[in-house]
C-alpha cells in the first residue's frame, strides 16, 4: 500500500514541477496554458495527499474547467506568441539572465527557510478537514468574506463584460 | 515516515513553483504569458496555506477555507485580465507589454 502511494506522490510533485517549467519556459502560450493545466491535476493530486479532497475537486473545476479553458479562448482571439526580440539581443538576454538571477535567489531563499530546521511532528488534531467542515466554516466563521466573494465575482463578471465590449464595432 | 506524511516536500515544491512564477513573470513579454506566470504564483500560495494547515494548525477546515478564497478571487483576477487583454488588443493589434507605452512621459 505504502510504496505505491508513495509513488503516485511523486508522480503528482513531478507533474507539478514539469507543468510549472512548461508554463514559465515555453514560447508558444498554448504550451504555457496545458503546463498550467498539468501543474494544476498535479497539484489536485498533491491536496488529496494533504487530506483535503474537496479542495482537489476543487482545483481542477476551477483551474483546469474554468481558468484554463478561458485562457484558451482569450488565446484564439488575441496573438499572443512571444514576438521575436525586437530590441537587441544583447539587453535581452541580460534581461533573461537578471530573472533567473531572481528566480534562483527566491528559490534558494525559501528553501533554506523551509528546509533548514526540523519541522515538529503534525499535532493531534481533533477533526479531519471534512466536506461539512468546510461548509459549516463557510456559513458561520467565514460568512462575511464568503458573501464578498460573491460580491466580488458578481462584480468582475459584469466589470469583464463592460470592458470587453466597450470598442467592439471600432475594430 | 513516509515522504507524504512530511511537509518538507510540500513546501520544497510551492517554494519551486514560486520561484518559476517570479521568474516567469519577468521572462514573459505577453500580457497572457504574464497572467499565467501569476496563476503559478497563486498556486504557490496555496499550497503553501494547505501543507502548513495540514502540519502545523490544529484546525483543520481554516486553510481549506483560505484556499477556497483564494481560488474564487483568481478566478475574478482572470476574468477581469483576459477581458483587459482582449479589449488591449482590439485597440493596439498587440498584446506585448513593451508596446502598451502610450502614456510615457
Redesign the interface.
Known amino acids: 500500500m505504502t510504496p505505491i502511494a508513495e509513488g503516485i506522490f511523486v508522480l503528482c510533485a513531478a507533474m507539478t514541477a514539469a507543468g510549472a517549467l512548461i508554463a514559465a519556459l515555453s514560447r508558444r502560450v498554448i504550451r504555457s496554458v496545458c503546463g498550467l493545466a498539468l501543474c494544476c491535476l498535479g497539484l489536485a493530486g498533491l491536496y488529496y495527499f494533504l487530506r483535503s479532497p474537496f479542495l482537489a475537486l476543487m482545483e481542477v473545476l476551477i483551474y483546469v474547467g474554468a481558468v484554463c479553458v478561458t485562457i484558451a479562448f482569450a488565446i484564439m482571439l488575441a496573438e499572443p506568441d512571444e514576438p521575436e526580440a525586437r530590441t537587441a539581443r544583447q539587453v535581452s538576454r541580460r534581461w533573461g539572465a537578471l530573472a533567473l538571477v531572481v528566480g534562483a535567489a527566491l528559490l534558494a531563499g525559501l528553501l533554506s527557510l523551509s528546509l533548514g530546521h526540523p519541522w515538529p511532528a503534525p499535532a493531534p488534531r481533533p477533526s479531519e478537514g471534512s466536506v461539512a467542515a468546510i461548509g459549516l466554516a463557510l456559513l458561520t466563521t467565514y460568512s462575511v468574506p464568503f458573501e464578498l466573494i460573491s460580491l466580488v465575482l458578481l462584480v468582475a463578471i459584469l466589470g469583464a463584460l463592460g470592458i470587453a465590449r466597450t470598442g467592439r464595432h471600432a475594430a | 515516515m ?23 513573470l ?8 504574464m ?3 501569476g ?2 504564483i497563486f ?1 504557490a500560495a ?2 503553501n496555506f ?2 502548513l ?13 483560505f ?3 483564494i ?10 485580465a ?6 488591449v ?3 493596439y493589434r ?3 507589454a ?1 508596446e502598451l507605452a502610450e502614456l510615457r512621459g
Open positions: 513516509s515522504l507524504y506524511d512530511r511537509p518538507e516536500p510540500y513546501l520544497a515544491l510551492a517554494a519551486f513553483l514560486f520561484a518559476a512564477g517570479v521568474y516567469g519577468l521572462r514573459r513579454r505577453t500580457l497572457i504569458g497572467l499565467i506566470a496563476e503559478l498556486s496555496s499550497l494547505v501543507a494547515n495540514r502540519f502545523a494548525a490544529p484546525e483543520p477546515a481554516q486553510g481549506q477555507v484556499v477556497l478564497f481560488m474564487g478571487l483568481a478566478a475574478a483576477e482572470v476574468a477581469i483576459l477581458s483587459v487583454v482582449i479589449a488588443y482590439r485597440n498587440s498584446i506585448e513593451d
